[in-house]
Structures are given as C-alpha cells and as structure tokens.
C-alpha cells in the first residue's frame, strides 16, 4: 500500500525581508480518507504548567463522583440490564450517564476516590477494571437489548477534551445506530486493514509493537496531537474482549498516558471503535490523542480545520513521535 501524501509549500517575505517558506505536508488516512496537515514545530500544544493539584482540591467538595456522594447523586442502571444498580470492579464504578448521548450512554470513574489523577498516575490495574466494567456493559446493553450492536468505550479526560466534571472516568455508548467513524471504519474492506498493518510494520517508521494480540502504531494522518492507534484483529467489538485482552489494551494506554505525561500533557480523548459482534474482518480499533492544557487563555487544539473541515492539523510530527516513545513499548 502506497501512503498518499502531498506537499504545500507557503512562500513569504518576513519582516526582516528575507523570502521564508513553509512545508507543509497533507497526508491522507489510508482508512477513512480523511486528510491531516503535519505542521513544523510551531509550540502549538506546550507542556503543562497549571496547578491541576491544586485546582481539583477546590472543585473536590462539590464533585458527585467522589466518595460518599457518588451513592446518593448518580443514577442507577435500570434492572434489565444491571439489577444491582452499578456495575463494579476493583475499584472502578459504572452508572449511566445523566446527561445521555445515545440510548445507552454510560460513565465509568476509575476510583471514586482518585479525584486527582494525573496520567502518569494511572496504573494498567486502575485502567485494566475501567475497561473492564465497560465492557460488562456493553456485555449486559446487547443482551437485554439485542438491536443495540454498535458499542465503543471513550474518553474526555480533563476540561479540555470536552468533560464537564473533572474526576477522571471513561464514558461507554451502545446504540442501534453507529456514529460516523464508526460507520466508515466499518466500511472498509478487511483487506484494507491487512495491508495498512502490512506497510506500517514493514515501514517501521511510526510502528511501536505488536504486543501479542494488539498493534501498536502511531497514525499516518492524526486527527489530533500525539495521535496513536491500535488493532486488535479477530475482535469486532467491546463486548467480545476477554480479560487477557483487556489486560493487554490496559497495558498499551498505561504506556501511552506515561508518555504523554512525559511530554507534559493532562488531557486526552480517547475512542474504542467496536462495530456490530462477529463482524467478520472487523477488526476492534482505538484512537487515543493529547488535547491542549489547561490554563487560563489556552489555545484549543481543535480548530475551524478539525471541526468543520474535518482536517487534522498538528505540529507534532508522528514519526517524531514515535521515535520518542517506541523504547516504552518495547520494554
Ligand atoms: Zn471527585
């Protein structure tokens, strides 16, 4: 498989008089056809420097998903799906979203007592339960309701990405219908998917591992900064994954969240694209990418061009990326 790219070249005169140009190199995604913009390193996204310690203290006394309130202020599944209210795990808690996105729209803390939870703090254990009581959901959504097919496990983890409580927790969706990633990921032909593996393993550049079952790669054409997927072929949805296999995904996100911490990022979003169970050549795929700081008068990583032109657009450059970050995987 050939990777489509194209370079735009931007020629101006500086205020020093010399004739400056710019590179920009237009890539497109080999699964979807979206395209993306790979910027120079213009410091679009900076390290963190806000005291997010001392900002989750005072939001803390308010916060519904921290101990004691959690019981009292969120909702309860309804008995068809859970009978006993919540599903848990360790330490991790699942109730349905108060404010749904789908018809089964769910939320997940990864402990109602880690409030604060910076991401070189989350352990595989810690993620590994989280995923795991999606995936019960997801499990428990599709028994009870067989035309609910379509489930994907996500995140907005700090403001940033679009959470509007700052206590650390995944959100779950199980719809009849899917969203559009979904719809056009699951369009692809299974060849397809093959032959993008293919090339990146034997391209080498942005592959980071297999790490038994699961594929590793940071993408050709990111979304958004600091982009990287992964493969897990022979597995069509959420609720088909095993405990090894949640084991294995909680693995690969660890390594991903201490490297962006590493970096100085806090914040993220994160996609579990599951389609229909036994989608035969489907196979289970995730996006997980950093999202600017937060600090007063910061810069939205999200653009007119991510928004409305659905064009990426980041001065990270991926095969930089995973350069910094491929020892993680390997070790
Ligand atoms: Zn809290």
Not at 3 to 27: K, S
Not at 107 to 114: E, M, Q
Not at 269 to 285: D, H, I
Request: negative net charge; contains cysteine.
């Amino acid at each position: 498989m050939e990777l489509e790219h194209t370079q735009l070249v931007a020629e101006m005169i500086a205020p020093t008089g010399e004739l400056v140009r710019t590179e920009i190199d237009v890539r497109v995604d080999p699964l979807t056809g979206h395209t993306s913009r790979i910027l120079p390193n213009r410091g679009l996204m900076p390290p963190n420097d806000f005291d997010l310690e001392a900002f989750a203290q005072e939001n803390e006394e308010r916060c519904p998903f921290c101990p004691d309130r959690i019981e009292r202020m969120t909702p309860k599944l309804p008995p068809a799906v859970h009978p006993e209210g919540r599903i848990m795990r360790g330490e991790a808690v699942l109730f349905p979203n108060l404010h749904a996105y789908g018809s089964h729209s769910c939320v997940s803390v990864y402990s109602p007592r880690l409030h604060y939870l910076p991401l070189a703090r989350i352990t595989e254990s810690v993620m590994a339960d989280n995923l795991s009581v999606q995936v019960q959901y997801a499990k428990a959504v599709m028994a009870a309701y067989p035309e609910s097919r379509w489930s994907s496990i996500n995140a907005n983890h700090m403001l940033p990405s679009g959470s509007s409580l700052f206590h650390p927790h995944l959100q779950g969706l199980v719809d009849s219908t899917p969203t559009t990633i979904q719809r056009q990921l699951a369009n692809v032909p299974a060849a397809r998917f093959d032959e993008y593996l293919n090339t990146e393993r034997r391209d080498g550049r942005r592959f980071l591992r297999n790490s038994g079952r699961v594929q590793w790669l940071v993408s050709f054409a990111p979304i958004a900064p600091a982009e990287i997927r992964a493969f897990v072929p022979g597995v069509a949805s959420p609720a088909e994954l095993g405990d090894e296999l949640v084991a294995e995904l909680a693995r690969g996100l660890t390594i991903t969240l201490g490297a962006y911490a590493d970096m100085g990022y806090e914040s993220f979003n994160l996609a579990m694209y599951g389609a229909p169970p036994a989608t035969a050549g489907y196979p289970l795929n995730l996006r997980i990418a950093c999202r600017s700081n937060l600090r007063p008068f910061y810069r939205s990583d999200s653009t007119f061009l991510e928004r409305l032109h659905w064009e990426g657009a980041v001065d990270l450059v991926p095969e930089d990326l995973a350069e910094r970050i491929r020892d993680r995987f390997r070790n």
